[in-house]
């Protein structure tokens, strides 16, 4: 594609390129090889884009009770003495049709496969065991959505540094949207508090701090995922269980992610958040609205980060954090959408991103009035 | 059929000889046994708990197990040293000695592959790692190599040995034919598991620290230097307990070979300080942690300032031929190197690229007691396995298992 249509300046490095919005090598002429003629809304490159490594069908991997013995069978020795936990539950409290159904939807989800490779109808099949499964437990409803990402969306986001306050109420909005660990309060959006005239200075930053704000003499600056248009944290991760939508978000199947936490050591950034407990929401603050790959109840021992509010921004709502700013420093929108605010951020504002150097191409733009 | 048989007896003779040993072999074992289930005691209360019983964070992901795994990868590489001279070059010196460090390669891969599991925040699932059945992000994942050259390594160093201590068992010569080609594949493959667990961490753009073109060399020359200082330290051992005659010129041999292996790993020492030192940057933060400490956070200082005197002192020593040919004086160089390296290639790597954080951040991280316990527990069952492998070796090396016809 040609430079008519790069929405950002890129890193001049030979870098190979999965998706075709961004071309790693600075050329416009197609030398490179991956350039395509086409422009970006093109319905070829997407498929690439997410299942460009692998296009086994996802049907294959779900354990359905009715699959042929043989794989059935290769599955179970497969998942050794862990899935026996499913097993016994399976087996020892085949009383009541509630409990039978329960054992059911927990054998089912503990021998699925990876949400990316499946099909839309996979997709729904398991948000509405998920669905039930809650309404077993708790007796409450939830509403979960699998959503795909929607035609000609390239998420992108700005922050305006002038006007940040570090009131944290993005912080605030955020934990509660998501559904975050309260216990261990864990946060995605780290608000960073600097020194007046000593620049950008992260090391010097406070990222932690209780008092009031705005505080004399400081600015401030949130970091979070930047999702990645060259994300090296999905490069790394030996199971495909996090991976970039067409939309732009990065994202983690909860259900299908081991816990390595090589993504986190590869994510520049800080932007990945891992579960090191059973994460704990009171009944009371769960946000019922929730997508698949977004604000789901987590379980322990897996990665999650910033989605960008997947259940809110495919329904095309803003960001929690955009939404709960009172400074109107957070910038949220279409990059290919030639009217959005954020396409009129990034073409009338001097606009710059952290460690550009990396190639990472984060779509994440920081910028002051 | 026959084979079979010869199999079946095999495994009835070697259980016989690991149950019968001297009162010290005894007391031994059941050491390590109780060590072991102390650690099986700690992982159910991680299991059950999560990985927040740890000393792991946000900030620091990875850690002690993490550490150990690269560390011992190094050891398991080593076991090569000894196999090229024995099978390829045919020194006959070395025979003794290869089967007890492929033995060696064979534990230290074990236990690679317990911290693994050990690490892993959902054990369960591991399955989603199996190719086929789950996914495998090959060849894009360095994590996906590590597991295909691990497991690869570990098929080599079982089957080899297998094969030539079944040929002795039934008093066959072992066919060279059939060996040597798995013994050259195997030289090859060592090179290529660390060099693989290097580039886990120097692909990371992120953590500048591993980020630098000398860390997989680093690493070999690290591993070649430890791996075969613990193999000494084995022998030497072995000679005094059994009557497996293991020559001095063996010996010797070896601790030359630690010794040019540790004296280029003091090389790119120097070259790494040189670079972070001269001309810091911003990325020689966590050199500066590493050897100084940050803002008042010394976490790692005692570890690190243990680490290179022993390095250096070990290192001279072996250098000195009158030195090094003085048994005691080998013996305590190459436990000095052991631990050195132990410390440099584990603790000394993992946590400072955690250190500072991407935004500057520092956080340090002390392991807790679970996680010691479970690391004792995996490195206990190292020495188990090894005890096991190498005790049946042993004998049926010196023919005192045999079958019967
Ligand atoms: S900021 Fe980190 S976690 Fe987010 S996409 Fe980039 S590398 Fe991945
Ligand atoms: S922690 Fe999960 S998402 Fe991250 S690399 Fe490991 S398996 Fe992939």
Request: hydrophobic share 40%; glycine share 8%; net charge positive.
């Amino acid at each position: 594609m040609g430079d008519k249509n790069k929405k950002w300046f890129s890193l001049n490095l030979n870098r190979k390129v999965s998706n075709e919005t961004t071309c790693g090598c600075g050329k416009s002429s197609g030398g490179c090889g991956s350039h395509n003629s086409n422009p970006i809304p093109n319905t070829d490159s997407k498929i690439k884009s997410i299942g460009g490594e692998r296009t086994k069908d996802g049907f294959e991997q779900v354990f359905d009770v009715k699959m042929d013995r043989r794989t059935a069978f290769k599955k179970l020795t497969a998942s050794l003495l862990i899935g026996a936990g499913a097993v016994s539950t399976s087996c020892s409290m085949l009383t009541g049709d509630e409990t039978k159904e329960k054992a059911q939807i927990d054998w089912e989800e503990q021998f699925k496969g990876n949400y990316k490779l499946m099909t839309d109808d996979e997709k729904k099949g398991t948000v509405d065991r998920l669905m039930r499964s809650y309404e077993l437990r708790t007796g409450k409803k939830i509403n979960m959505s699998s959503k795909n990402a929607n035609e000609d969306v390239l998420f992108g986001y700005a922050f305006n540094i002038s006007k940040c306050q570090g009131y944290m109420d993005c912080v605030n909005a955020c934990v509660e949207e998501n559904n975050q660990d309260r216990d261990s309060q864990m946060q995605y959006i780290r608000i960073h508090e600097m020194k007046d005239g000593r620049g950008l200075d992260f090391g010097e930053a406070d990222d932690n701090y209780y008092h009031e704000v705005p505080a004399e003499g400081h600015f401030y600056m949130g970091t979070q995922c930047f999702h990645c248009d060259n994300p090296p944290c999905v490069e790394v991760c030996p199971v495909q269980a996090t991976w970039r939508e067409d939309d732009g978000l990065v994202v983690v199947d909860y259900d299908w992610c081991v816990g390595c936490r090589y993504c986190m050591a590869a994510c520049p950034y800080d932007g990945r958040r891992f579960n090191w407990k059973k994460p704990e929401v009171p009944e009371a603050e769960i946000n019922h609205n929730q997508h698949y790959l977004g604000n789901r109840m987590r379980k322990k021992g897996v990665m999650e980060k910033c989605t960008f509010c997947v259940q809110r921004s495919r329904a095309g709502k803003n960001p929690a954090c955009v939404e709960a700013c009172p400074t109107g420093a957070r910038i949220f929108g279409n990059l290919l959408d030639p009217n959005s605010t954020i396409r009129w951020v990034l073409e009338n504002k001097k606009v710059f991103r952290l460690k550009e150097d990396l190639g990472t191409e984060p779509k994440f733009w920081y910028f002051m009035d | 059929m026959g084979r079979l048989k010869v199999f079946k007896s095999l495994v009835k003779d070697s259980l016989d000889v690991i149950t019968h040993g001297s009162l010290r072999y005894h007391i031994w074992m059941a050491s390590l046994t109780l060590i072991m289930l102390i650690g099986m005691y700690c992982y159910s209360i991680q299991l059950e708990e999560g990985l927040s019983v740890t000393g792991m964070t946000d900030r620091v992901s990875w850690g002690l197990y993490i550490s150990n795994f690269t560390f011992l990868v190094g050891v398991a590489a080593a076991a090569v040293m000894l196999v090229m001279p024995t099978y390829v070059l045919k020194d006959i010196d070395f025979k003794q000695a290869v089967l007890i460090g492929e033995g060696l390669a064979v534990a230290a891969l074990i236990m690679c592959l317990a911290f693994v599991v050990a690490d892993m925040g959902g054990p369960s699932v591991l399955w989603h790692m199996i190719p086929g059945i789950g996914v495998f992000n090959f060849p894009n994942s360095m994590l996906t190599w590590d597991v295909i050259v691990l497991n690869g390594y570990l098929f080599l160093n079982i089957t080899i040995p297998f094969y030539i201590l079944f040929r002795h068992y039934q008093g066959k010569e072992a066919k060279s034919k059939v060996y040597v080609p798995g013994a050259i594949l195997s030289v090859f493959w060592a090179v290529g598991i660390h060099l693989v667990t290097a580039f886990l961490y120097q692909g990371l753009q992120a953590r500048p620290f591993w980020n630098n073109a000398l860390l997989g060399p680093r690493f070999l020359a690290s591993a070649f230097a430890a791996g075969p200082a613990l193999i000494i330290l084995v022998l030497a051992i072995i000679r005094n307990f059994s009557a497996f005659n293991i020559q001095d010129k063996t010996i010797k041999k070896i601790a030359l070979v630690v010794t040019v292996a540790a004296q280029i790993n003091l090389i790119m020492l120097v070259s790494e300080l040189f670079k972070e030192f001269y001309a810091p940057t911003h990325h020689s933060e966590s050199a500066y942690y590493l050897f100084f400490g940050l803002h008042g956070k010394t976490a790692l200082l005692p570890w690190i300032w243990t680490a290179i005197p022993l390095n250096v002192l070990a290192t001279v020593l072996l250098t000195f031929h009158k030195l090094r040919n003085n048994f005691k004086i080998l013996y305590l160089s190459c436990f000095m190197l052991f631990i050195a390296i132990w410390i440099e290639k584990g603790f000394g790597l993992i946590v400072p690229g955690f250190i500072p954080g991407p935004y500057g951040k520092i956080a340090e991280y002390t392991p807790t007691g679970i996680e010691i316990g479970v690391t004792l527990g995996i490195w206990a069952l190292g020495a188990f396995v090894f005890t096991i492998l190498a005790k049946t070796a042993i004998n049926i090396e010196l023919g005192k298992i045999k079958f019967k016809k």
